[in-house]
């Protein structure tokens, strides 16, 4: 069904959505999504910074805890 709209059918879709909302409404609401948008990506960015750093502590301790007491002996 949707694969039928066309060019035609969204410029009258987006007319329409425009008289009955209003140009103010509208770009508020695209302000909106957009702050949306970058706080996704920032706590996207900043769950992987997050398992970066774990993996790295986890690689960072590989002595096993009887080397490390054989040495201060």
Do not use: C, H, Q, Y
Request: aromatic share 2%; charged share 30%; proline share 3%.
């Amino acid at each position: 069904m949707l694969n039928n709209i066309g060019l035609p059918g969204l410029l009258l879709i987006a007319v329409v959505v425009l008289v009955l909302f209003g140009r103010g409404k509208i770009s508020s609401l695209m302000g909106e999504v957009g702050k949306g948008i970058t706080a996704f990506k920032k706590g996207v960015d900043d769950g992987k910074k997050e398992l970066e750093e774990d993996a790295s502590d986890v690689a960072r301790d590989v002595t096993p805890e009887d080397a490390e007491n054989k040495d201060k002996v």
